[in-house]
Structures are given as C-alpha cells and as structure tokens.
T-cell receptor, first 115, second 113 residues
C-alpha cells in the first residue's frame, strides 16, 4: 500500500477564516512533506517533518502553520490567507527523509481557493 | 537557473512511442524520478533510477540515463489516451542533512486518438 490520503479534496475559505488541511499515511514512513503547486508549475516545497520534528521550513509565511501530531498524520493550519495562496496543496511521505533512496509518495492534494 | 530542465510540450499519436527528455545539473550521485500528474490530481510515482544505472524497464516504461551528458529520458511504448498528463522529472539533492526533490517544470503529453 503506497497511499497517502488528504482531506478535504476542495476547500473554499475567506481571508479571515481559520481552516486545516489533513494528511495521513499508514506506510510506516517517518518523513512527511507539504508542497504548494500553482497552475502549470511544479510543486514547491513548504515544510518537511522527519521523525515528527520540523526539519525544513522553506521561508513560508506564518499564516501557514504545520503540525505533526504523530508519525502517520500531518496537518497544515491556515489563517488569514491571501487570494494568492489559492493553489493545490500536496502532501507526501517517504521512509526516512534521509538518504538518496528515500522515495516520496504523494497524496491527491487539496484544491484551496481563497476569496 | 533551473537545476532540472524539460521541454514543455509533446504531442504523439495513440499507439506510437513517446519520449520525454530531461537534463539535470547535479554531478553527485543521486536518484532521478519520473512522476505523472493528471489534471486536478496529485503526483503519481512512475519509476526511478539511481545514477549508476544506464537503463531501467518496467512494462511500457523505459528510462534511459546518460550520466556523462546528465540526460534522462522516459519512453512510453504504445502510448494510450490515458497517458495524457504532465510528466515531471525530479532529482534528489542533498542539503542540511536531508534529501529534497528538485522538479523540472513538467512536460505536458497530449495523445491524439
């Protein structure tokens, strides 16, 4: 089973709302990732958690707040977003987050629209 | 500049072979990946190759690696309409004790029935 699940599939929110994106994997992977993908662009890395610790934050604005409650779950809390934050948010996981052979598996994404 | 480069578009007829090309710049040992993304969907891992290999075949997919020229290609035999998607080439780069994917801009494959 190489499945990463994400909820919700679609999310529409206003600029004053607070919402959360959820990601789950049951492959025993210890690294999880958030990416942002704009239309017709490749994914851009936002955050990396390795062994439940935040190891990479790619200078993402504080209105995005990641959380890793346990090794299977990854959340992205959203607050006071801007319309330009509208994008497809992809979650991925990999066995360790370390090592050349650490292959990432992606979820289906959450399509976020900020009004 | 871009670490991973791909042509943006490819159009082929159903039943023909497709060849999607990619060049990368990192000269150290690395893994190279091909991901497929259908409209509105996430990225599906298709295949990957370690940089000490020349070729890898998996059913209709053949990956060729020319390490000297830092050139990677993905060949899809007997291309079907279901193969229409964007194909991303990616390489693993190291930094800060972790290994991150660097993606090309993606090649949009259109299959003509």
């Amino acid at each position: 089973d190489t499945e990463v699940t994400q909820t919700p599939k679609h999310l529409v929110m206003g600029m004053t709302n607070k919402k959360s994106l959820k990601c789950e994997q049951h492959m025993g992977h210890r690294a999880m990732y958030w990416y942002k993908q704009k239309a017709k662009k490749p994914p851009e890395l936002m955050f990396v958690y390795s062994y439940e610790k935040l190891s990479i934050n790619e200078s993402v604005p504080s209105r995005f707040s990641p959380e890793c409650p346990n090794s299977s779950l990854l959340n992205l809390h959203l607050h006071a977003l801007q319309p330009e934050d509208s994008a497809l948010y992809l979650c991925a996981s990999s066995p360790t987050g370390r090592g050349w052979e650490d292959t990432q598996y992606f979820g289906p994404g959450t399509r976020l629209t900020v009004l | 500049g871009e670490d991973v480069e791909q042509s943006l578009f490819l159009s082929v007829r159903e039943g023909d072979s497709s060849v999607i090309n990619c060049t990368y710049t990192d000269s150290s040992s690395t893994y190279l990946y091909w991901y497929k993304q259908e409209p509105g969907a996430g990225l599906q891992l298709l295949t990957y190759i370690f940089s000490n290999m020349d070729m890898k075949q998996d059913q209709r997919l053949t990956v060729l690696l020319n390490k000297k020229d830092k050139h990677l290609s993905l060949r899809i035999a007997d291309t079907q309409t279901g193969d229409s998607a964007i194909y991303f080439c990616a390489e693993t780069l190291s930094g800060a004790g972790s290994y991150q994917l660097t993606f090309g801009k993606g090649t949009k494959l259109s299959v003509i029935p």
